[in-house]
């Protein structure tokens, strides 16, 4: 099972525990650049929180909260940078990561099997005007493209202005395999 908007990860994560086991194995190895997450063990703590919501073990909601609670702004270097920590923050950290590793264990999956391409659905709630929705969304789209543009944007912190899953924080499309 894969999901169809960002809002499903959570129950596809949960019957296939194949993806599921990638996608904790992505959180626990993969670097996460990112100024919210810089200062002590605040990367680990976060790690912790997402590997719990992939398992289901809290919800999305949950997960906010945590966040908010267990990487404190005032401990950040960045406390007083409102452009770092806006309304919201902790929302968009765990949207933003959780889309990244899931699409990121697909698009690997995909890749190893010899997939080419992948298909990417449109999503009830997405953003009529953004760059995923009219570039992306509803078409096939090369599976190395788009890893590669993932893991050069949230790995690298080559951020760019190529439509990319997840190109935003509240970016509710996901990749799926063409069936």
């Not at 999901?3 to 129950?11: L, S, T």
């Not at 993806?19 to 996460?32: D, N, S």
């Not at 289901?56 to 906010?64: A, C, P, Q, V």
Request: hydrophobic share 35%.
């Amino acid at each position: 099972m894969y999901a169809n908007d960002f809002f499903e990860i959570p129950q596809a994560l949960k019957s296939n525990e194949l993806l599921r086991t990638k996608v904790e194995e992505l959180i626990k190895t993969r670097p996460m650049p990112g100024k919210a997450l810089e200062g002590d063990n605040r990367v680990e703590k976060f790690k912790e929180i997402l590997i719990e919501v992939i398992y289901s073990r809290i919800s999305l909601e949950n997960s906010y909260e945590l966040v908010e609670n267990n990487l404190p702004i005032a401990e950040s270097p960045h406390s007083n940078n409102t452009r770092v920590f806006p309304s919201g923050w902790s929302e968009r950290l765990v949207r933003i990561q959780l889309s990244r590793f899931y699409n990121q264990a697909v698009l690997e999956e995909l890749q190893n099997n010899n997939i080419e391409v992948c298909f990417i659905p449109h999503s009830e709630k997405e953003s009529a005007d953004s760059k995923c929705t009219t570039e992306l969304a509803g078409k096939q789209n090369n599976v190395s493209n788009l890893l590669n543009l993932l893991i050069d944007t949230y790995e690298n912190g080559n951020f760019t202005t190529d439509a990319k899953i997840p190109n935003h924080p509240h970016c509710t499309h996901v990749i799926k395999p063409i069936q």
